[in-house]
């Protein structure tokens, strides 16, 4: 296209860079996502231990963390996809920036009493066995039986 103002023609060019840029990356990202999503129902990727802790147990922090984190990333999402003059990013809230801010704090806080708990230990005692005891001799006596 040709115009004559050269800014102009700057300007647009660059805006159909960005938005070639945009969608290559979001087809990129979903891509991943699209093969996480098929590793993890065929099995090959285990989420047993996504919300667990160092000791195998459930983890409410990790549990906040990942929800917030979800909803918040949803929330964004469909605010950018429903705004009246098209897809742009919006002005994030200082209080849901707290939010996430408590629940990543939350997790921390929890990692930090994990690490600076003492270490469980188990401890077995053993008593050693009495002393052999002297062998019992039982001595029988036999004697023939007579024939009468």
């Known amino acids: 296209m040709y115009f ?21 990356l979001a087809i990129l990202i979903a891509v991943f996502a699209l093969a996480i999503i098929y590793k993890m129902w065929k099995g090959h990727i285990d989420l047993s231990y996504l919300i667990a802790g160092d000791d195998g147990a459930a983890s409410l922090s990790r549990f906040q963390f990942l929800i917030f984190t979800f909803v918040i990333a949803l929330s964004l999402f469909l605010i950018i996809v429903n705004t009246p003059t098209g897809p742009a990013f919006p002005d994030i ?7 996430l801010g408590i629940s990543g704090g939350s997790y921390v806080a929890s990692k930090g009493v994990d690490v600076s708990a003492p270490a469980k230990t188990t401890t077995t005692i053993v008593s050693p066995n009495d002393p052999p005891k ?3 001799v039982i001595t029988e006596k036999v004697e023939p039986k007579s024939v009468e």
């Open 4 to 24: 004559e103002n050269t800014s102009f023609a700057f300007a647009f060019e660059f805006h159909n860079l960005a938005l070639f840029m945009g969608w290559t």
């Open 93 to 99: 809230p200082n209080s849901i920036l707290a939010l």
């Open 134 to 136: 002297d062998p019992t």
